[in-house]
């Protein structure tokens, strides 16, 4: 019941598809502030009072703990680690910024140990986490739109916390950072909650995807491991050497540091600005640049060249150890992973089915912590026997090793989509055939030829779509032999438009040959549509002309359409009105029929009468064409035509009337609400005489008296109510939406209470939300609302009536369980008579399901709201630690001891309603 109440009252507050990006941008800008900001103020501290001598075992320690983590906890919650998992790490991140603000400035090298590998698996599980919940949340296709901005706002939170420990640090110290980092990440819980409707419809999807029949192939194993799989494999092995080759300069960095700076301050204010520059140029990158770059060029060839960079700049270092240098080497480092690594890899895995995307990134981390525990064990066992030149040396040929094996990425990842082609791993649509753009030309050139000759009718569609973006005169190259080979009319159609888009002169001759020869009429009629739709000027009325005297219906409506769209001289126009009045006097339906769909599709009023006579057939096909076509013109004149054929003698013409006349309504009333912020007070009013006037449907009285409302957002929501609401709903609103005699707005809520008294419960009803919009306001002004409280004071005095009717015939406990689903909804119905719906809903909510000292504070918010008569009544029904007497005296007492009269009238009302809802018997004497 509260979820109902919650999902009426909420839905302004779920995430909608257009500001999705924002919210998760705004969120990982939030997550890198706060997992940098307590990783640098960590670590400084650390470098500071331990040194970088001993940064080997944080390593180990965490990359142990990590891999336990992937294997013990990531395998049980598949499906789950994404949004979910965000959420389960906020609190432990939050509880340990504040828990390391509590214990610093401190020395002891254990407890910076354990704080610092903490900090650090906070970051890698939140990271990973979020990967999981983007891949989660957007397709390829708004991957590849929406990361470079994503990550850019991570980049701005790396920012941030630089910006913090440079100018902040001063003014409040460590212990000071420690604490306004604990209430960023409080923050960002704020928007996981807002991203939580994104990740509840994700998994109903899930839910709904994952059927009965289904359910073998969702437990069988993927059928080859992520070492198999050509492009997970190249993953795996990038991650390895990147994390090993990260750490080895993160150490060697971190060594140059603690010997450059002897202030602990300056450290972390030098490593504020550094971090700080570092997301600069990762922001004016992804902004400016990575875009051109990523369309220009393929990922792998991408990915190669910042390692070979590297190979050049580790090797220069290991004969130069100048701050200067292997701060360079580190920025590069840095620039690398945010830059380049990390979006291409989201990319990438996008290509990957979603089941075997889960276990390969979950294998993909595991491949990073045993890399990272690699370089841990080796940095201990070498730190005093190997020189920091030769350690460079080392991260030179692993670069080098990085670059060959990015080199290698563009191969694999042309392999993954042709297996998904050849094998319909993934569904090939809009999303999937996009992410040929990442290939390289020639690459993309030969799977789009491959695709063209796929035996998908579909697939090949999409093919088409995707080869039209390239050159014309590459584009057109690939399509026009298409002209002459393809079989399906839909592919053949798609085909046409583009060629004629990009290069009529070159396809003309080949569209006009097909026209010709084809024996395909549905063919045929859809490329003489189409030729009047693009209207190319060297492909043009004389292509059409010829089929205005086919005896085929379909053909000669699409040559009058195109001809008409087409034409500029005043007797071609006649011959095609001519023809079409020939249509629509035709002796066969058919004929007729494609008369009135062409009267619809060209919208003209001229052709209302027309329409209106076709409307009269009794052939269901012309009447329903005629009825389709009137309602497209929506003028006057249509409308009224169109009401006119509610009373068709075909019940199924007068049905599909119906549908027309309530989506048409629903049309007029959303554009008319679309209007009204910018229109005047008086041009409102002018509005709603001009909605009494003539004849309309009953919506539109309804909304004319909709805009006579003052308050301006009940009338907008009210308005937007109306514009979803089906017949049944409408009259229910006209019968609490009425003008009086003076030509004032009434409302009542009347014949929601009539409703109310028959509600079995124990769901919320279907008008409840118009309930909510009427009386919303009333408990906290009864003052201004005398009637609706009465109304509300009703709902619960009946209830009590009925409770004690009940005692006096001592009911089964079937029975007294189908009551309580009626009082739930009668209860949860109070909450509607709130402005603020929400908080109520919960509180009743508490009462029933809460612990002693929610239940204490729900009762206690209850009377805040409601006043305290008016609570005294309604907590006892619903108090799960209220002790309701058993007596039915008892219960008299109470209830008049509440402010509850009893009478035998009363009583004997109660006894009728719970006998309709088949709670007691009825006696008759």
Request: charged share 20%; glycine share 4%.
């Amino acid at each position: 019941m509260a979820q109902d109440t919650a999902v009426l009252v909420d839905e302004s507050a779920v995430a909608s598809k257009e500001n999705l990006p924002h919210l998760v941008a705004g969120f990982f800008m939030l997550l890198k502030a706060s997992n940098n900001l307590l990783y640098l103020s960590v670590l400084t501290t650390f470098l500071a009072n331990v040194g970088a001598s001993s940064m080997p075992w944080v390593y180990l320690l965490v990359n142990v703990v990590f891999i336990l983590f992937q294997f013990q906890f990531m395998s049980r919650i598949v499906g789950y680690e994404g949004h979910w998992l965000l959420s389960l790490a906020n609190w432990p991140a939050a509880a340990l910024s504040f828990a390391a603000a509590f214990a610093f400035p401190v020395s002891s090298a254990p407890l910076l140990l354990a704080f610092l590998v903490l900090a650090m698996l906070v970051d890698l599980v939140s990271t990973q986490a979020f990967t999981a919940m983007l891949n989660h949340f957007f397709s390829v296709a708004e991957s590849r739109r929406f990361t470079p901005v994503i990550y850019a706002s991570g980049s701005f939170g790396f920012i941030l916390s630089g910006l913090l420990l440079k100018f902040v640090l001063d003014f409040v110290g460590i212990r000071g950072l420690l604490v306004g980092n604990g209430i960023i990440i409080l923050l960002s819980a704020i928007i996981l909650w807002l991203l939580k409707p994104v990740e509840q419809a994700r998994l109903a999807e899930i839910d709904e995807a994952d059927l009965p029949g289904e359910s073998t192939e969702k437990s069988a194993p993927i059928s080859e491991t992520s070492m198999q799989h050509p492009l997970a494999r190249l993953l795996n092995i990038s991650s390895f050497l990147i994390l090993f080759n990260k750490y080895l300069v993160d150490f060697l960095f971190a060594a140059a540091l603690t010997s450059y700076f002897s202030s602990g301050n300056d450290l972390a204010a030098f490593m504020g600005v550094f971090g700080a520059s570092a997301d600069f140029a990762v922001i004016g990158l992804q902004t400016f640049v990575m875009h051109r770059v990523f369309a220009a060029f393929s990922i792998g060839k991408i990915l190669a060249a910042m390692p070979l960079l590297l190979t050049i700049l580790c090797t220069a270092a290991s004969f130069n150890m100048k701050f200067a240098v292997v701060a360079f080497v580190q920025f590069l480092v840095l620039l690398n992973s945010k830059n380049f690594t990390v979006p291409a890899t989201t990319i990438l895995m996008g290509v990957i089915p979603q089941k075997q995307r889960v276990y390969y990134r979950r294998d993909m981390s595991i491949v990073c912590s045993v890399s990272s525990t690699l370089v841990g064990i080796f940095l201990l066992l070498v730190r005093n026997s190997i020189g920091y030149e030769v350690l460079f040396l080392i991260a030179a040929f692993l670069y080098l090793a990085l670059s060959l094996v990015h080199y290698l990425i563009d191969r694999a990842y042309l392999a993954t989509l042709r297996r998904a082609i050849d094998n319909r791993q993934i569904d090939f649509g809009e999303d999937q055939v996009s992410s040929l753009r990442f290939l390289q030309y020639s690459d993309r050139l030969q799977q789009l030829q491959q695709l063209l000759k796929d035996e998908n009718p579909r697939i090949r569609s999409r093919a088409v779509e995707e080869a039209s973006v390239l050159p014309p005169a590459t584009a057109t190259q690939l399509l026009l032999p298409l002209l002459e080979n393809e079989t399906d009319s839909r592919c053949l159609t798609t085909i046409t438009r583009n060629l004629l888009q990009m290069s009529p002169e070159a396809s003309a001759q080949h569209i006009r040959r097909v026209l010709s020869d084809t024996e395909d009429q549905r063919l045929r009629a859809d490329i003489i549509e189409t030729i009047g739709k693009v209207r190319a000027p060297a492909v043009g009325e004389e292509f059409v002309l010829p089929f205005l005297d086919s005896p085929h219906h379909r053909v000669r409506a699409s040559a009058i359409i195109s001809t008409i769209r087409l034409a500029r001289q005043p007797d071609t126009l006649k011959r095609a009105m001519r023809r079409l009045a020939q249509m629509a006097y035709d002796a066969h339906d058919l004929m007729r029929a494609s008369a009135a769909a062409v009267m619809g599709e060209l919208g003209l009023p001229l052709f209302v009468p027309a329409l209106s006579a076709l409307a009269g057939a009794k052939e269901t096909m012309v009447a329903s064409n005629a009825a389709s076509a009137l309602a497209r013109i929506q003028t006057p004149a249509a409308v009224v035509a169109l009401e006119n054929m509610l009373f068709h003698d075909n019940s199924e013409v007068a049905g599909r009337v119906e549908e027309l006349l309530a989506a048409s309504t629903r049309d007029s009333i959303s554009r008319i609400s679309r209007l009204l912020p910018g229109i005047t007070t008086e041009e409102r009013q002018k509005l709603t005489t001009r909605l009494r006037s003539g004849r309309h449907q009953d919506s539109h009285e309804l909304l004319a008296s909709i805009l006579c409302i003052d308050n301006l957002e009940q009338r907008r929501n009210l308005i937007s109510l109306l514009e979803k609401s089906d017949r049944e709903m409408v009259r229910l609103m006209q019968s609490c939406i009425k003008m009086n005699a003076s030509d004032q707005v009434e409302l009542t809520i009347d014949p929601l209470m009539i409703l109310a008294g028959q509600c079995a419960g124990p769901g919320l009803p279907e008008w409840a939300p118009l309930l909510g919009l009427l009386a919303g306001g009333t408990l906290e002004e009864p003052e201004k609302h005398a009637d609706f409280m009465l109304s509300a004071g009703w709902l619960v005095t009946v209830l009590w009536y009925e409770r004690i009717v009940i005692a006096q015939l001592h009911v089964s406990e079937t029975a007294m369980e189908r009551w309580r689903g009626r009082v739930w909804s009668l209860v949860n119905i109070m909450a509607c008579f709130s402005a603020e719906p929400a908080p109520m809903s919960r509180s009743i909510n508490e009462l029933k399901n809460g612990k002693a000292y929610a239940r204490g504070m729900a009762a206690e918010y209850i009377e805040a709201r409601v006043g305290r008569n008016l609570a005294q009544l309604i907590v006892p029904l619903v108090d799960s630690g209220f002790v309701m007497p058993t007596d039915a005296g008892a219960i008299i007492k109470l209830a008049a001891e509440r402010g509850v009269p009893v009478d035998d009238e009363h009583l004997f009302a109660a006894r009728q309603r719970l006998a309709r809802f088949e709670i007691c018997e009825v006696k008759t004497p």
